[in-house]
């Protein structure tokens, strides 16, 4: 992601985790086909850490590894929605979920579907968009 940045918002259901990231107003949005994404539906904008903060709710939050236990997984301990992890992919980043962005900022969301049941053919393309 390139360009100019604004401020995004988003959230859990119930309010209780929310941040904010900097990314472009039109936003590119990779829907995955991993076993874990496939089953929860979510839709990926990655940044780097730099342009992620967690506004409220960090003792809120409960953490899910599996497999290799790089990619921490972070949900709502009171409604269970993940809205926001760091990924296996980019670990120097975090995956935002897109159905939990506030949209007054989003001017376009081009949604890239990826192919993540050969994730380990395909991971490397994800790389570059935790990298400022």
Same mark, same amino acid.
């Given at each position: 992601?390139?360009? #100019?940045? *604004?401020?995004?918002?988003?959230?859990?259901?119930?309010?209780? *985790?929310?941040?904010? %990231?900097? =990314?472009?107003?039109?936003? &590119?949005?990779?829907?995955?086909?991993? !076993?874990?994404?496939?089953?929860?539906?979510?839709?990926?904008? %990655? *940044?780097?850490?730099? &342009?992620? +903060?967690?506004? +409220?709710?960090?003792? !809120?939050?409960? +953490?899910? #590894?599996?497999? #290799?236990?790089?990619?921490?997984?972070?949900?709502?301990? #009171?409604?269970? %929605?993940?809205?926001?992890? *760091?990924?296996?992919?980019?670990?120097?980043?975090?995956?935002?979920?897109? &159905?939990?962005?506030? &949209?007054?900022?989003?001017?376009? =969301?081009? %949604?890239?579907?990826?192919?993540?049941?050969?994730?380990?053919?395909? =991971? =490397?393309?994800?790389?570059?968009? !935790?990298?400022?």
């Amino acid at each position: 992601m390139s360009g #100019t940045f *604004v401020t995004h918002k988003g959230h859990c259901h119930c309010k209780a *985790v929310a941040w904010e %990231i900097k =990314a472009p107003q039109d936003l &590119r949005i990779d829907e995955c086909d991993c !076993s874990m994404c496939n089953m929860h539906g979510f839709q990926h904008i %990655i *940044v780097p850490k730099s &342009r992620f +903060t967690l506004l +409220t709710g960090k003792d !809120s939050l409960t +953490t899910y #590894t599996f497999n #290799t236990h790089v990619a921490q997984h972070y949900f709502c301990k #009171t409604c269970g %929605i993940e809205s926001f992890y *760091v990924p296996r992919s980019n670990p120097d980043g975090y995956s935002i979920n897109f &159905r939990c962005l506030d &949209r007054e900022n989003v001017r376009t =969301a081009e %949604i890239l579907p990826f192919d993540g049941k050969n994730w380990e053919k395909n =991971a =490397a393309a994800l790389a570059h968009l !935790s990298k400022d």
